[in-house]
């Protein structure tokens, strides 16, 4: 593919997704009927199956274009779009969060509707404010701060962002992992199944396509860990891509901003060596 076919692709997927995402926050907020209810299912359904299918397709064009602009050399295109790259993470990590919280509406919206095609006209309404007042706890849970009561931890969720996504990039395996590690893998009260679904829900791009093949169970959890761990948890190859990264480094301009990026640039990779352990002091990396 082109360059420019690729940057198209790029600016076509990240407006959807931003326009969807706009539409889904509406179907999260407004106020339902019962004459409503099965078209807000269908629209919440639609948005999801959206989401699904753009989602990755997004990530893989990143991806590719990154690639491209590596090969091609372009350095003012890469440059742009390594500045750019925060906000398409942002946009991917808030894609996966828009879909639990609508399969959690539509979960709701699935029981209100089977509650109101039950022949009980006398409990109906008392029904209906309970499973109102469900979704609203559900999502005060989804963006409250995590409770530190040990009798309710089983029961809450876990924190929105708090954990970072992972896309298959080696230098930034630990950092993942390191946190994934704290709040899920060591968590006692979570079982592997449940913890193989938060898992899944962190993983995109070659990380989510290398588990791709496990059916989620409490079996798969410690075979997903190992494939992860195997193929991009070696220590050593996230020192050697910080290495390689150093060492390609462009020279910058006399440009105010040209010289900023360089240096963070090389003190992001410089902290990531020291955090793998490494001599950043040594001679071959200043000559």
Same mark, same amino acid.
């Given at each position: 593919?082109?360059?420019?076919?690729?940057?198209?692709?790029?600016?076509?997927?990240?407006?959807?997704?931003?326009?969807?995402?706009?539409?889904?926050?509406?179907?999260?907020?407004?106020?339902?009927?019962?004459?409503?209810?099965?078209?807000?299912?269908?629209?919440?359904?639609?948005?999801?199956?959206?989401?699904?299918?753009?989602?990755?397709?997004?990530?893989?064009?990143?991806?590719?274009?990154?690639?491209?602009?590596?090969?091609?050399?372009?350095?003012?295109?890469?440059?742009?779009?390594?500045?750019?790259?925060?906000?398409?993470?942002?946009?991917?990590?808030?894609?996966?969060?828009?879909?639990?919280?609508?399969?959690?509406?539509?979960?709701?919206?699935?029981?209100?509707?089977?509650?109101?095609?039950?022949?009980?006209?006398?409990?109906?309404?008392?029904?209906? !404010?309970?499973?109102?007042?469900?979704?609203?706890?559900?999502?005060?849970?989804?963006?409250?701060?995590?409770?530190?009561?040990?009798?309710?931890? %089983? %029961?809450?969720?876990?924190?929105?962002?708090?954990?970072?996504?992972?896309?298959?990039?080696?230098?930034?395996?630990?950092?993942?992992?390191?946190?994934?590690?704290?709040?899920?893998?060591?968590?006692?009260?979570?079982?592997?199944?449940?913890?193989?679904?938060?898992?899944?829900?962190?993983?995109?791009?070659?990380?989510?396509?290398?588990?791709?093949?496990?059916?989620?169970?409490?079996?798969?959890?410690?075979?997903?860990?190992? !494939?992860?761990?195997?193929?991009?948890?070696? !220590?050593?190859?996230?020192?050697?891509?910080?290495?390689?990264?150093? !060492?390609?480094?462009?020279?910058?301009?006399?440009?105010?901003?040209?010289?900023?990026?360089?240096?963070?640039?090389?003190?992001?990779?410089?902290?990531?060596?020291?955090?793998?352990?490494?001599?950043?002091?040594?001679?071959?990396?200043?000559?």
């Amino acid at each position: 593919m082109s360059l420019a076919y690729l940057k198209g692709l790029k600016t076509r997927y990240k407006n959807l997704l931003e326009v969807e995402l706009g539409k889904s926050e509406e179907l999260l907020t407004r106020e339902v009927s019962d004459f409503d209810l099965e078209s807000q299912i269908r629209k919440v359904n639609k948005s999801y199956r959206r989401f699904d299918e753009f989602g990755p397709k997004f990530e893989e064009t990143l991806e590719r274009l990154s690639l491209t602009l590596e090969t091609a050399k372009a350095e003012e295109d890469l440059k742009t779009f390594q500045k750019e790259s925060e906000l398409y993470f942002n946009i991917i990590t808030e894609v996966t969060s828009r879909k639990e919280e609508l399969k959690l509406i539509d979960n709701f919206l699935q029981e209100k509707y089977k509650n109101l095609s039950k022949p009980e006209p006398d409990s109906k309404i008392e029904q209906l !404010i309970e499973i109102q007042m469900q979704m609203m706890q559900q999502m005060q849970l989804q963006n409250a701060k995590p409770q530190h009561d040990e009798q309710n931890q %089983a %029961a809450v969720k876990l924190p929105k962002l708090e954990i970072m996504g992972y896309n298959g990039d080696k230098q930034k395996f630990k950092e993942f992992w390191d946190q994934f590690e704290v709040t899920v893998h060591k968590n006692t009260k979570l079982s592997n199944v449940e913890k193989f679904s938060y898992l899944k829900s962190k993983l995109h791009g070659t990380a989510q396509s290398a588990i791709s093949g496990l059916q989620l169970s409490n079996e798969n959890y410690d075979v997903a860990i190992d !494939i992860l761990k195997d193929r991009f948890g070696d !220590i050593q190859n996230a020192v050697n891509a910080h290495y390689v990264e150093l !060492i390609n480094l462009s020279c910058a301009s006399n440009r105010t901003s040209e010289l900023r990026f360089l240096f963070d640039k090389i003190e992001r990779n410089l902290r990531s060596l020291e955090a793998l352990n490494q001599n950043i002091d040594q001679d071959v990396l200043f000559q």
